[in-house]
């Protein structure tokens, strides 16, 4: 018996990625998955995204633990569609229990425009706006909402990373603000919201030329194993990054009634990069 048996879960950016860990260990525990995808690049952001065949393998792995699987091309930008998309999984699985609104870019190097700003905006903060405003209609008691926010989040406003970077941090401030002020309008429902906010963590948004540059700003073009140097600066812990796998771990806490009584908070998993970074008490 896993903790999730006949629930459903809707995870937006479910593809690779967290997303994917996100969607398999929910699913190991008996939850049905809506899993939602762009699975197509967008003109502001500076690395690729995930393609339709990221999705059908996130697919074989749900199906592999004995959970059913709903996937849905979809762009979280498109209001409509996202409540189209929800409702059509809803339709299918039968209900909603938790909702996992993970979908987000980080555009940062060269190549950035004010469409990378855009892009961000759109994605990391109206994207979760539409995954969690499509779903509210089909919550009841005992409901999950899971927002993945970013330790940027909780480090305040940067401006020095150009218009992605900087759109980047703010949208996941906002979602950590909403996340705070919807837990309280749905506590009287018995419907739970919280934040995840991860350091970085080992996937394609970490491993891309543009993020290594902001790591190796001293060279002209910085390697993977040049980023690895510098890479466990950020946390208080001496590791590079952490694993999709740590922050999947407390998205099923979230989602499981292990947390029945835990709602607006914001949960770093983050190796010690905020109490590195942030004075007691500031």
Same mark, same amino acid.
């Given at each position: ?48 995204? +995930? ?95 899971? +927002? ?128 590195? +970074? ?5």
């Amino acid at each position: 018996m896993g903790k999730l048996d006949g629930k459903v879960a809707v995870i937006s950016g479910a593809a690779r990625g967290q997303g994917r860990s996100h969607a398999v260990n929910l699913a190991a525990e008996g939850a049905s998955i809506i899993a939602l995808d762009i699975c197509a690049d967008l003109e502001g952001n500076t690395y690729p995204l +995930a393609r339709p065949e990221d999705l059908e393998e996130t697919g074989r792995l749900v199906e592999k633990e004995g959970a059913r699987f709903h996937p849905v091309v979809v762009d979280v930008r498109e209001r409509g569609a996202v409540w189209q998309a929800v409702a059509q999984g809803v339709e299918a699985l039968g209900r909603l229990d938790i909702v996992v609104a993970n979908a987000g870019i980080a555009p940062l190097g060269s190549g950035q425009t004010m469409q990378s700003w855009s892009d961000t905006i759109d994605t990391d903060l109206v994207g979760v706006f539409n995954v969690v405003q499509a779903s509210l209609p089909h919550l009841g008691a005992g409901a999950s909402i899971i +927002a993945t926010g970013s330790l940027a989040a909780q480090l305040g406003s940067s401006t020095k990373q150009g218009p992605g970077g900087s759109a980047y941090s703010l949208a996941k401030q906002v979602v950590a603000h909403y996340v705070n002020d919807l837990a309280v309008q749905l506590a009287k429902k018995s419907i739970r919201v919280n934040a995840v906010h991860p350091t970085n963590v080992n996937t394609d948004m970490l491993h891309n030329e543009g993020m290594y540059k902001i790591f190796r700003p001293d060279l002209e073009a910085p390697t993977r194993a040049d980023a690895e140097v510098a890479f466990p600066a950020m946390q208080a812990m001496r590791v590079p990054y952490i694993e999709p796998q740590d922050v999947s771990n407390l998205v099923v806490f979230l989602a499981s009634e292990d947390s029945r009584y835990i709602t607006g908070s914001q949960l770093r998993v983050d190796a010690g990069g905020f109490v590195k +970074a942030v004075p007691w008490g500031k």
